[in-house]
């Protein structure tokens, strides 16, 4: 009898991550309403922390003071608030990262550039004459 009990709760128990595994697949599938109604008490509550912090703080961003948009020549609104809540990634922060990785990229360029050696410089020189002498040739 403890055996067969044994056995029973065995052949359950290996279910149980395939079981998981394809809630968790089913929830992605729908739009993920568990994870949203699991997380909705915390993002509510941040909400309401970043609108308070929001509305006693800088009124810049809502009277396009300052120096405007990139396309506030084009006559776009720059009074124009954008509601970023339901991000689930900070899009702001990718942007910003990108920026940041080409910035980084281009005053590396421009070190290196500004410090070449003699032997670089001259072996630049000869492969430039080299394209212009296959051009020439070809």
Known sequence: MLLSSETATESWRQYVPLAVSVAVIIDILLGSPLANSALGPMRRASEKGATGDQEGGDNNTTDGGGGGSLFSSLGGN??????????????????????????????????????????????????KIERQMDDLDG
């Open 78 to 127: 720059t009074n124009k608030i954008v509601d970023r809540s339901k991000e689930r990634v900070d899009s702001e922060a990718i942007a910003q990262a990108a920026i940041d990785k080409a910035m980084n990229t281009l005053e590396l360029k421009r070190f290196l550039e500004e410090n070449k050696t003699d032997e670089q410089r001259y072996e630049e020189v000869r492969k």
